[in-house]
């Protein structure tokens, strides 16, 4: 018989799987979900409470607003889903206390073959179980969430893109925004005349060696008046 590989696979830990595929499962990624070139596998936080579903979170040691989600309840979800992974993982907590999510993060998120995610809700989680598993703490902007979900969704979208065969044709992925530390350049389509605004003339000239030219020339300008950070990673090469 032959054997199936297994999928790159999103672990969700969340006190709300109903969330789940939700925008996920519509264009592209969720094409790509039914073709099973990714799978989801959703663990409620609720079920790992010893005392019942309602009980995965108290007040702050110390006094402050709002509830921490407990160590033990992640825990016993961690273990539960790392004891069916056994290898090849990476887990994330979800945060805004994080480094910040980027394309080079993305790619090596799609290096394993599964990525754990663990949302946080409410004033987060207790910090002991972040660091008794290691968790890679990531943010998705400095901007503060109701919830890890969210943010979970938008890490699962940037990653599904990039695995084989999610994409039509790899080779969009050449020239996009990021890739070298560029940004794209500008696009455009039918009318070749909109409201008086001309595509420039030498993307219909059908000269490949200038189209290109033109493209890696663009490039390089929109990124030096929109992003010269970016320019300067080029440059430090
Ligand atoms: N008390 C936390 C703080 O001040 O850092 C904020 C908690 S936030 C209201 C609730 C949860 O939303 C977090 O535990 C995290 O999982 C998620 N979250 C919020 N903002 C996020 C961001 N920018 N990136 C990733 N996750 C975020």
Known sequence: MKKTK??????ILTL??????????????G??????????NLINIQNFSKKGPKYVDDKPYGGGSGMIIKSEVVHEALKKTIKKIKTDYSIVYLTPK???????????FTKKKNIILVCGKYEGIDQRV????????????DYV??????????????CVRLLPNTLGSSKSLD??????????????????????????????????????????????KITRIKRPDLLKKVEKR
């Not at 709300?16 to 990624?29: A, N």
């Not at 455009?188 to 060696?209: A, D, F, I, M, Q």
């Open 31 to 40: 094409k790509a979900l039914k073709e099973k070139i990714w799978s989801i």
């Open 16 to 29: 709300f799987p109903e969330m789940f595929p939700g925008p996920l499962s519509f264009s592209i990624i």
């Open 175 to 220: 020239s996009e925004t990021f890739q070298n530390n560029l940004l794209e350049y500008p696009q455009y389509t039918k009318p070749r005349n909109w409201l008086g605004k001309r595509v420039p003339e030498v993307l219909l000239s059908g000269n490949h060696k200038k189209i290109k030219e033109w493209k890696e020339k663009e490039s390089i």
């Open 6 to 11: 297994k999928p790159w696979t999103a672990h």
């Open 98 to 108: 994080g480094k910040k999510l980027d394309q080079r993060r993305v790619k090596k």
């Open 130 to 141: 972040i660091d008794a598993w290691k968790m890679e703490e990531i943010s998705i902007g």
């Open 145 to 158: 969430l109701s919830g890890g979900e969210i943010a979970a969704m938008n890490l699962i979208d940037s």
